[in-house]
C-alpha cells in the first residue's frame, strides 16, 4: 500500500509540474485559414501577436507547392535558401519555439520568398506572463476535509490531469 502511494504521488507531482507549462503553450497556424501561401501579409499576421517559448508554428500548405526553411537575418533580408535537405517539406510542418530571440523563415521554392512576400520575421519572448492576481479571497476548505483544495481557472488542466492520472492507477 505504501509502495502504490509512493508511485501516485510522483505520478501527480510529474503531472503537475509538467501540465501548466504545456497546457500554457499556443499553437499558432501560420497566416490563420490563408495557410503558408504566395502573397500574403506575414508582417500584418504577426503583428500584434506575442510568441513565447514553448509555443509552437504550424506552416499549412499544399506539399511540393512550398516549403519551410528556418533562416538567419541575413538570409531572411536577401531570400537566400540553404540547403535543400534542411528545407521542411510535409505541408503540416510544426516548430516549436524553444529559445527566446528573433527568428526568421523563408519558403524556398521558386520566387516565392524574394518576389511573393512568403517570408516570416518573429520574436520569441522567454516566457508566458504569470496571471494576474485574483481579487477574490482563497476559498476556505470545508470543515472535516483534510483533502479539500480550491482549484484556480490555470490550475484546472493540472488538477483534471491528476485525477485523471489517479483513476487509471486505481484501475
Request: include cysteine; charged fraction near 10%; glycine fraction near 6%.
Amino acid at each position: 500500500m505504501v509502495m502504490a502511494s509512493s508511485t501516485q504521488f510522483m505520478l501527480v507531482a510529474m503531472v503537475a509540474v509538467v501540465l501548466p507549462s504545456v497546457a500554457m503553450a499556443t499553437q499558432y497556424i501560420v497566416g490563420d485559414h490563408a495557410g503558408w501561401t504566395v502573397n500574403h501579409d506575414y508582417v500584418g499576421w504577426a503583428n500584434g501577436k506575442t510568441f513565447y517559448v514553448g509555443d509552437t508554428l504550424v506552416f499549412q500548405y499544399t506539399p511540393g507547392s512550398h516549403n519551410v526553411f528556418k533562416v538567419n537575418q541575413t538570409e531572411f533580408k536577401d531570400c537566400v535558401k540553404p540547403d535543400p535537405k534542411d528545407a521542411l517539406t510535409s505541408g503540416n510542418d510544426t516548430i516549436t519555439l524553444a529559445a527566446p530571440g528573433k527568428k526568421w523563415y523563408i519558403c524556398g521554392i521558386g520566387d516565392h520568398c524574394l518576389n511573393k512576400q512568403m517570408k516570416l520575421a518573429i520574436t520569441v519572448e522567454d516566457s508566458s506572463p504569470s496571471p494576474a492576481p485574483t481579487t477574490t479571497p482563497p476559498v476556505a476548505p470545508a470543515p472535516n476535509s483534510a483533502h479539500a483544495f480550491s482549484v484556480s481557472r490555470f490550475l484546472l488542466p493540472t488538477a483534471m490531469a491528476a485525477m485523471a492520472a489517479l483513476s487509471l492507477l486505481a484501475v
